[in-house]
């Protein structure tokens, strides 16, 4: 597995969680790091990215100002602070490290080649 992703689980709406993204075989300082999110029956969103070249961030208009990507070089992680949570933020959150340096691939998830495993979140009273 090159890419864990964790943190996942149940949340209040208002609440908070922070996913976390691990890499185990490269060091994702060299990569943009994306989070997409999918429900069932429904395609798969990019809600954020990082870029590596100037550390640019990019958040979808349904996270913009409750969402927070960030990574910390020493962890070789990467992650996203999820706050204000909201019964339709539920999905399943996937990471993605992407070897591209332009702005419009990083935002297309045909660039990303690493892929983590998913961590679902629910959010609900």
């Known amino acids: 597995v090159q890419l864990q992703a964790s943190g996942g689980g149940l949340a209040q709406p208002g609440g908070s969680l922070r996913l976390s993204c691990v890499a185990s075989?490269?060091?994702?300082?060299?990569?943009?790091i994306g989070w997409f999110r999918q429900v069932p029956g429904k395609e798969r969103e990019q809600i954020s990215c990082i870029s590596s070249y100037d550390g640019s961030t990019y958040y979808s208009d349904s996270v913009k100002g409750r969402f927070t990507i960030s990574r910390d070089s020493a962890k070789n992680t990467a992650y996203l602070q999820m706050n204000s949570l909201r019964p339709e933020d539920t999905a399943v959150y996937y990471c993605a490290a992407s070897r591209s340096v332009i702005t419009s691939y990083i935002r297309d998830p045909k660039y990303y080649q690493y892929w983590g495993q998913g961590t679902q979140v629910t959010v609900s009273s």
């Open positions: 075989t490269f060091s994702l300082d060299l990569y943009a």
